[in-house]
C-alpha cells in the first residue's frame, strides 16, 4: 500500500517496517494493541533518548499502519486517532556560509579524473538544492538541453513520484559538458551520470558523503558540519538571502507543503538576529570607548 498508493521510497518503506517490528516486540498482538500501549511505547522512546526525528517518524508509520488495518477492516477502531504529536522543538537547520561554499567548489583541480566527477557532483547539488537521492541517481536522460540557448535543465523525479524541472546555471552547464566528455572518452556506457561499481550501479549516498567530508577538510570546514543535506539547506538559504521568493523555493526543493519550506525563513531570521545583536556589540563598545576617554 506504501508503494502502490503512497509513492513512498523503498527507503522510506524500510524504515516503516523496521518501526513497526520494533512496537511489535513490546506487545502480546500488535493488531490488538491500545492506545495506552502506543503512548507507552513513545514515552518508551523518549526515555531511551531517541531523537524527535525518530519519534515523529515512529508516530507516523504506526500511523500509516492502523490506518491500513481499518481499511483492510483487519480492525474496526483506530488507536491512533486520538494521538496527536507535534514536533515543536525542531532544530533549525544547518547551513553553510556562502564563503564557506566558494571554498568548497573552487577547491577542484579540474585535470585530475577524480575531482571533476565530485567537482561537479557539488556544483550541482549546490546550484539544485537536490536531495542526495536524487544526485546519486542522476541519469543523463534526465538533462534536457535546450540546443538555441544551450542552457541545461535537470528533469527529477522526487519523492512520491512527483516530477519537477530545475534549470542549472551558466558554470554548472560547463562543468557537466566538461565532465561527460570526460566520461565519453573513458569509455563509460551506463545511463547514470555518476556510475560506480556498487551494487546499485551508482555512487552511494554514503560513498559522497564520506568524499564530501574529506574535500570539507582540506578546506577547514569541520566533518561534522557537513553532509549533503547541508549543501541543500546551503542552496535554499542562500537563494532566500539573496532575493528569491519562498514559492520559487518551495518548487526547486520539491516540497509538497509550504511549511516545510518555511524553515529557510527562520534560519534567514536567526541570522538576522545575529547581525543586530553584534551591531549593538559594537556601539556599546563605541559608548564604552567614548566615555572613557579612548581613541584607536
Do not use: W
Request: with cysteine; aromatic share 6%; charged share 25%.
Amino acid at each position: 500500500m506504501l508503494i502502490a498508493d503512497r509513492n513512498l521510497s523503498l527507503q522510506s518503506v524500510s524504515a516503516y517496517k523496521s518501526d513497526i517490528i520494533k512496537f511489535s516486540k513490546t506487545t502480546n498482538d500488535v493488531i490488538t494493541a491500545s492506545r495506552s500501549d502506543i503512548l507507552a511505547y513513545i514515552e518508551g522512546l523518549r526515555q531511551s533518548g531517541a531523537r524527535q526525528t525518530s519519534i515523529m517518524r515512529n508516530i507516523a508509520a504506526l500511523r500509516n499502519f492502523f490506518i491500513f488495518l481499518c481499511d483492510e477492516k483487519v480492525i474496526t477502531e483506530n488507536p491512533m486517532t486520538d494521538i496527536k504529536m507535534k514536533n515543536n522543538n525542531k532544530p533549525l537547520p544547518k547551513t553553510l556560509s556562502q564563503d564557506e561554499m566558494m571554498r568548497l567548489v573552487n577547491h577542484f583541480d579540474d585535470k585530475k579524473k577524480f575531482s571533476l566527477r565530485l567537482k561537479t557532483m557539488l556544483h550541482i547539488l549546490y546550484g539544485s538544492g537536490l536531495r542526495i537521492s536524487e544526485l546519486v541517481t542522476l541519469t543523463l536522460d534526465a538533462i534536457i538541453i535546450d540546443h538555441e540557448t544551450n542552457r541545461m535543465t535537470l528533469l527529477i523525479r522526487g519523492k512520491g513520484g512527483h516530477e519537477r524541472l530545475i534549470p542549472l546555471n551558466e558554470y554548472a552547464n560547463q562543468i557537466i559538458c566538461e565532465y561527460i566528455e570526460h566520461r565519453k572518452c573513458q569509455g563509460m556506457i551506463s545511463n547514470f551520470l555518476f556510475p560506480s561499481r556498487s551494487k546499485k550501479g551508482h555512487l552511494t549516498r554514503q560513498g559522497f558523503a564520506k568524499l564530501l567530508k574529506k574535500v570539507a577538510s582540506e578546506v577547514d570546514i569541520p566533518a561534522s558540519k557537513i553532509s549533503p543535506h547541508v549543501i541543500r539547506h546551503a542552496f535554499a538559504t542562500h537563494l532566500l538571502a539573496n532575493g528569491a521568493d519562498i514559492l520559487t523555493i518551495q518548487k526547486l526543493l520539491g516540497h509538497r507543503d509550504i511549511s516545510t519550506t518555511q524553515i529557510y525563513t527562520h534560519v534567514s531570521n536567526e541570522k538576522i538576529k545575529t547581525i543586530v545583536e553584534s551591531n549593538k556589540k559594537l556601539d556599546r563598545l563605541s559608548i564604552i570607548r567614548k566615555n572613557s576617554g579612548f581613541t584607536a
